[in-house]
Nanobody
Framework: QVQLVESGGGLVQPGGSLRLSCAAS????????IGWFRQAPGKEREGVSC????????YYADSVKGRFTISRDNAKNMVYLQMNSLEPEDTAVYYC??????????????????WGQGTQVTVSS
């Protein structure tokens, strides 16, 4: 049974950092790519980043490039999202998702098969 569990969210001041974790079970990370999405109140869920199952290529939304870093630990079946220089606009529920995606589809939620329950990130002073 495929399961994704996010953790690491919380309240942080602007300019601060958080590291989100996504624990995957029921599959290996070389089978499904893992994406991070976020959804703020009243807004659509948007793709933030993705790490490819095949070669570990990484992809980022323009809004987080240079601030967020996605990585994975295949031995632990974990994916991480290191978020630095956080801004109030980064406030959202963050979800990890598993899917068979490629460079041109990673940011579209419909291409993902499995989702975690989400973790809240709040950036506020």
């Amino acid at each position: 049974q495929v399961q994704l569990v996010e953790s690491g969210g919380g309240l942080v001041q602007p300019g601060g950092s958080l590291r989100l974790s996504c624990a995957a079970s029921g599959f290996a990370l070389d089978y499904y790519s893992i994406g991070w999405f976020r959804q703020a109140p009243g807004k659509e869920r948007e793709g933030v980043s993705c790490i490819s199952s095949s070669d570990g290529s990484t992809y980022y939304a323009d809004s987080v490039k240079g601030r967020f870093t996605i990585s994975r630990d295949n031995a632990k079946n974990m994916v991480y999202l290191q978020m630095n220089s956080l801004e109030p606009e980064d406030t959202a529920v963050y979800y990890c998702a598993a899917g068979r995606v490629i460079r041109t589809t990673w940011a579209f939620r419909n291409f993902y098969d499995y989702w975690g329950q989400g973790t809240q990130v709040t950036v506020s002073s």
